[in-house]
């Protein structure tokens, strides 16, 4: 670990075998896991995020024989970002890259029938690539529910805008995505007039108050660390968030990598391996992948990849 500058921090990380930047970077770029505040150019990753406790922007690129070189930078007018920092950002990475996994495990866990055997054969070893994390992906997730891509975009800039911390890189002002303790003040009527539904004013504020007053239960790190279906069963206890929007958290915002997501795409893919007749329901499905554990969240990325044909 290096400070290169009076506001830069830098060290390099080696993500386990088989590990591909390129093919991670193509995955966010197309995925529903980026935002406006991921920005990819030329192999580079960058976004400001909150580490230990401050604002840092993360830079990633990839280094000499297989690694990546992860700089941080502070905020115009700041110290360089401390230790303790670079040690929370390359955690970060770890989860949203899965830098750390075992690949050759997970192709061994999944590789017990035909269907996973499929699965490994076209998509392995390719790394889901997550949300930046669980709060991001639990409000993302709530806030673009059944609209356009577009108004989501526009609800997303107002909620950074007007709730979120301004900050300046080189000149640069963004804007972070407002963290539980900002949006918890938020007033419903007033979001509402900024074109949000009735419904999703009142999911925003209650989700970000109950995170606060039930701060142990709605530890992320804690149900990461957890059983993936009770982070699950967790997670749908919250105001407004149904069985889809619960898993996709736990799955790729936690990130926990043994929840399966039952829905239309991944059930229609994996029916014609395991339906038994004509009635292919949850109870089939989730006893269907139970096989694949501990590493069911990678199943189900390659069966999405399987649905779409396509490789990332």
Same mark, same amino acid.
């Given at each position: 670990?290096?400070?290169?500058?009076?506001?830069?921090? /830098?060290?390099?990380?080696?993500?386990?075998?088989?590990?591909?930047?390129?093919?991670?970077?193509?995955?966010?770029?197309?995925?529903?896991?980026?935002?406006?505040?991921?920005? *990819?150019?030329?192999?580079? @990753?960058?976004?400001?995020? !909150?580490?230990?406790?401050?604002?840092?922007?993360?830079?990633?690129?990839?280094?000499?024989?297989?690694?990546?070189?992860?700089?941080?930078?502070?905020? +115009?007018?700041?110290?360089?970002?401390?230790?303790?920092?670079?040690?929370?950002?390359? +955690?970060? @990475?770890?989860?949203?890259?899965?830098?750390? $996994?075992?690949?050759?495990?997970?192709?061994?866990?999944?590789?017990?029938?035909?269907?996973?055997?499929?699965? $490994?054969?076209?998509?392995?070893?390719?790394?889901?690539?997550?949300?930046?994390?669980?709060?991001? #992906?639990?409000?993302?997730?709530?806030?673009?529910? /059944?609209?356009?891509?577009?108004?989501?975009?526009?609800? +997303? !800039?107002?909620? !950074?805008?007007?709730?979120?911390?301004?900050?300046?890189?080189?000149?640069?002002?963004?804007?972070?995505?407002?963290?539980?303790?900002?949006?918890?003040?938020?007033?419903?009527?007033?979001?509402?007039?900024?074109?949000?539904?009735?419904?999703?004013?009142?999911?925003?504020?209650?989700?970000?108050?109950?995170?606060?007053?039930?701060?142990?239960?709605?530890?992320?790190? #804690?149900?990461?660390?957890?059983?993936?279906?009770?982070?699950?069963?967790?997670?749908?206890?919250?105001?407004?968030?149904?069985?889809?929007?619960?898993?996709?958290?736990?799955?790729?915002?936690?990130?926990?990598?043994?929840?399966?997501?039952?829905?239309?795409?991944?059930?229609?893919? *994996?029916? +014609?391996?395991?339906?038994?007749?004509?009635?292919?329901?949850?109870?089939?499905?989730?006893?269907?992948?139970?096989?694949?554990?501990?590493?069911?969240?990678?199943?189900?990325?390659?069966?999405?990849?399987?649905?779409?044909?396509?490789? !990332?």
């Amino acid at each position: 670990m290096e400070q290169i500058s009076e506001r830069e921090l /830098q060290t390099a990380v080696k993500p386990s075998p088989h590990f591909d930047w390129a093919g991670s970077l193509s995955f966010l770029s197309e995925s529903g896991a980026n935002d406006d505040l991921d920005h *990819i150019a030329d192999g580079v @990753l960058t976004r400001p995020i !909150r580490l230990a406790g401050r604002v840092a922007r993360l830079r990633v690129a990839s280094a000499a024989e297989a690694g990546l070189l992860v700089t941080l930078r502070a905020p +115009d007018g700041e110290e360089a970002p401390s230790e303790a920092m670079m040690h929370a950002a390359l +955690d970060h @990475l770890k989860r949203r890259f899965y830098l750390d $996994v075992d690949m050759e495990t997970v192709r061994k866990a999944l590789a017990v029938d035909a269907y996973g055997e499929e699965l $490994v054969g076209r998509f392995w070893p390719s790394r889901p690539v997550n949300y930046a994390d669980a709060w991001h #992906a639990l409000l993302k997730s709530v806030v673009h529910s /059944q609209i356009y891509p577009g108004f989501a975009a526009q609800l +997303d !800039r107002y909620l !950074r805008e007007t709730y979120g911390t301004a900050v300046a890189f080189e000149g640069e002002t963004v804007h972070l995505f407002p963290t539980p303790q900002q949006l918890a003040s938020a007033d419903e009527v007033t979001l509402q007039e900024a074109k949000f539904s009735r419904q999703k004013s009142k999911y925003v504020v209650d989700i970000s108050r109950t995170l606060l007053t039930e701060a142990e239960k709605y530890d992320f790190e #804690a149900l990461r660390e957890g059983d993936g279906q009770a982070a699950v069963e967790t997670l749908a206890d919250l105001y407004g968030v149904g069985p889809w929007i619960s898993q996709n958290v736990a799955m790729r915002g936690l990130p926990h990598p043994d929840v399966f997501i039952d829905e239309k795409a991944t059930r229609a893919t *994996i029916k +014609d391996a395991y339906a038994t007749g004509p009635r292919f329901g949850k109870k089939a499905v989730q006893q269907a992948v139970e096989s694949f554990a501990p590493y069911r969240s990678f199943a189900c990325y390659y069966t999405y990849m399987k649905h779409y044909n396509t490789d !990332r």
